[in-house]
């Protein structure tokens, strides 16, 4: 064994024959107190006793440097009540607060490894402007005083005072026989130091066991998080602490909480570049940094940096957050005084920083969760609203609710319902306003494309540049004007149909790129080379010839030959019988009532004017004939004058008004003229054939200039 732990002094600090058995009794005291219980309140009793004969003292007090030699605490302190002047400060209370700074004290040189005697502490010039610490002992009655290193292994860990309500109690064979004794109880007090740190570091990690309930009080970190810092103040002191999370973009930091107990001049922004901290680099390579003196450590010119200097941070620690493999992010506390935290802090920071990680990540699954069950609340009401208007479509455009009794309209959709379920291209022809595109909808709809979209476009609308762009798509930059791409009605379509509408209108150059993409299903924007699949079923439709059209060369055969796989013919309005009055009928309900005419009825000779006119504009100028007698009239009866159309009889000299290109003023002008005509001048005839009153139809006639007598 060493010849400190046999008692065996060094030779250079052998005592004199006469004091030897005062320091064996001395040591011998030190080692009994390691086999009690400690109590830095009598740790050095027995001490004390043995050293007065040696160095006759009031006080005995032994200080512990922390491991960074920049704070101590006291180990123990002997002394009468009156005289006990650190118990807030004894190494074993645990509390972050207990510390000294080193720098504060006169006695700061012992600390560097010289011994001190001080004669009288108000008259000492050392101790002309003491910490309020210093002045407290001088208060006290306390006079002078013997200080000198406590030493182990080498290095100095503390410091042995010795002081008394005497003035020049101590003397330089004091001083030396106190050296003396430090250095054999140096090793003694180290190990009963190191013994008490392992117990603080165990009752520390135990308490934090207790942090899992705070943290589980709340899914969302920020709600719990003060909890949290008052739940870690007993343990670890502070003045800010905060969370802040690496970004997706990995180059930035957003603060997800942050607490200060102190009023600041500057505000954390929420978010924050990594490149704005020197130690940014280190937290991310999963080092714990701890800074003792940030305006010595930190660099300034890193905004970073300056804030937290400028916020008065002296001593930071700041803890990477692990999330698997990666750092996610850092806990840090701030002290706005200089060397405070230490190797213990680290450790309790870094099991903090697990636990905050793992509320982090439940709160990310919950929020995950939520998002998950909003998504889905979201889908299945889309789910049900798209059945509700798939519903609404199919009672819309159902083959049975296309309105219509007679044989030929009848055998017709019949045709179109056998169509329907297969992928079979369909062309539609018949007159325009035959209703070839209801038809096509109630073919989309019966089919198992149904779910699909229903795409529709007039190939004589557009020109033929255009046309092409609208069919296929075309890329950015394919054409002055294209900048962005845009995707075609063959994109839009895909997985429903494609119904194209006056087929008969498309060039030459589409007709060859439209008998492509029938062909191989495939095609390409304009200006592309991805070449992309056609998932659509084609209804074609039109009101011309194509057999004229292909014999006369503006429609390829090959084209019409793709096209009509399944024709279906659509029968004009005027081979259907008294269809015309089941479509005109419900075009006054449904017309009349947007605008608020639901109580108008078609009169007799308007029936009979609707069955004997040949429609050559089909329904779309039915449709058209009831919404314009429905603006002139008012109440009452729905003429065939408001209609603007009259039945013929053979030989009869009458005709029907023109109406073409009029504009509402001029018809109702027309119609009045042509009622009084008709009744031969009778007003009251020419009211009831306009379904007007007396009154309204004098209003007219003075309007327009008639005659009213």
Not at 386 to 404: K, P, T, V, W
Request: hydrophobic share 40%.
């Amino acid at each position: 064994m060493s010849p400190e732990l046999t008692g065996q002094l060094p030779l250079a600090f052998q005592p004199s024959a006469p004091a030897a058995p005062d320091f064996l009794a001395a040591l011998a005291a030190i080692g009994r107190s390691l086999h009690e219980p400690f109590d830095p309140g009598r740790f050095l009793d027995a001490f004390s006793t043995a050293l007065q004969r040696l160095v006759p003292h009031d006080r005995l007090v032994v200080d512990l440097l922390d491991e960074t030699g920049r704070t101590f605490t006291v180990f123990a302190e002997h002394a009468t009540d009156r005289l006990r002047l650190h118990q807030e400060y004894y190494t074993t209370t645990f509390a972050p607060e207990a510390r000294y700074l080193v720098p504060d004290w006169v006695i700061a040189a012992v600390f560097a490894g010289e011994s001190m005697r001080v004669n009288d502490f108000t008259t000492d010039p050392r101790f002309g402007s003491p910490n309020p610490f210093e002045a407290r002992l001088i208060a006290a009655g306390i006079r002078s005083g013997a200080f000198v290193p406590l030493e182990s292994g080498g290095r100095t860990i503390g410091a042995l005072a010795a002081t008394s309500l005497q003035p020049a109690a101590f003397t330089d064979e004091h001083l030396l026989r106190l050296r003396e004794l430090s250095l054999l109880i140096g090793p003694f007090v180290h190990s009963a130091a190191l013994l008490q740190r392992e117990r603080r570091r165990r009752k520390r990690l135990a308490a934090l066991e207790g942090l899992t309930r705070v943290l589980g009080g709340s899914l969302d970190v920020r709600d719990v998080f003060r909890r949290l810092a008052d739940a870690l103040r007993p343990l670890l002191d502070f003045e800010i602490v905060g969370v802040a999370l690496l970004h997706p973009s990995g180059r930035d930091l957003e603060m997800l909480a942050e607490i200060d107990d102190a009023p600041r001049g500057t505000v954390t922004p929420p978010r924050i570049p990594l490149d704005d901290f020197s130690f940014a680099a280190r937290v991310e390579a999963g080092e714990t940094v701890l800074i003792h003196d940030a305006p010595a450590e930190l660099d300034v010119t890193r905004p970073g940096d300056r804030l937290i200097v400028t916020d008065g941070g002296r001593s930071c620690l700041i803890a990477p957050l692990h999330f698997g493999d990666r750092v996610g992010g850092g806990l840090y506390f701030g002290k706005r005084r200089p060397h405070w935290f230490d190797r213990l802090d680290v450790e309790v920071a870094e099991v903090v920083a697990g636990q905050v990680v793992l509320a982090i990540q439940h709160q990310r699954l919950a929020e995950d969760q939520r998002r998950l069950d909003e998504i889905e609340t979201r889908a299945h009401r889309l789910e049900e609203r798209l059945e509700s208007l798939r519903d609404a479509l199919g009672e819309r455009y159902g083959f049975e609710h296309i309105l219509g009794r007679s044989p030929v309209l009848r055998e017709a959709l019949n045709r179109a319902a056998k169509a329907a379920p297969t992928e079979t291209t369909v062309l539609l022809t018949g007159e325009s306003g035959t209703g070839k595109e209801l038809v096509a909808r109630a073919i989309h709809h019966a089919s198992q494309r149904a779910d699909g979209p229903f795409v529709a476009i007039n190939c004589a609308a557009l020109p033929e540049t255009l046309l092409e762009s609208e069919l296929f798509g075309h890329e950015k930059g394919a054409f002055t004007g294209a900048d962005r791409m845009k995707a075609g009605r063959f994109e839009l379509a895909a997985g429903g149909t494609l119904f194209l509408d006056e087929v008969s209108e498309l060039s030459p150059a589409v007709q060859a790129k439209l008998l492509r993409v029938l062909q191989e299903r495939e095609f390409q924007r304009v200006g592309g080379t991805a070449t992309l699949r056609a998932d659509v079923r084609l209804i074609a439709a039109t009101n011309r010839d194509l057999t004229q059209a292909v014999a006369a060369g503006r429609f390829r055969d090959d084209l019409y030959y793709r096209l009509n796989v399944f024709t279906i013919l659509l029968p004009p309005l005027r081979d259907r019988g008294e269809d015309v009055l089941l479509l005109a009928d419900h075009f006054v309900r449904t017309i009349g009532a947007r605008m608020a005419k639901a109580d108008l009825r078609l009169s007799r000779d308007a029936r009979q004017a609707l069955l004997g006119h040949s429609w050559p504009g089909n329904i779309r100028e039915l449709q058209n004939a009831v919404e314009r007698g429905l603006i002139v009239s008012e109440a009452g009866l729905l003429t065939a004058a408001h209609l603007g159309i009259t039945a013929v009889p053979v030989g009869s000299s009458s005709h029907p008004v023109e109406t073409v290109g009029a504009s509402l003023p001029e018809l109702e002008r027309k119609l009045v003229a042509s009622a009084l005509e008709e009744s031969k001048g009778n007003k009251s005839k020419a009211a009831t054939k306009l379904g007007l009153t007396r009154s309204q139809l004098y209003t007219r006639l003075k309007r327009y200039g008639f005659p009213t007598d």
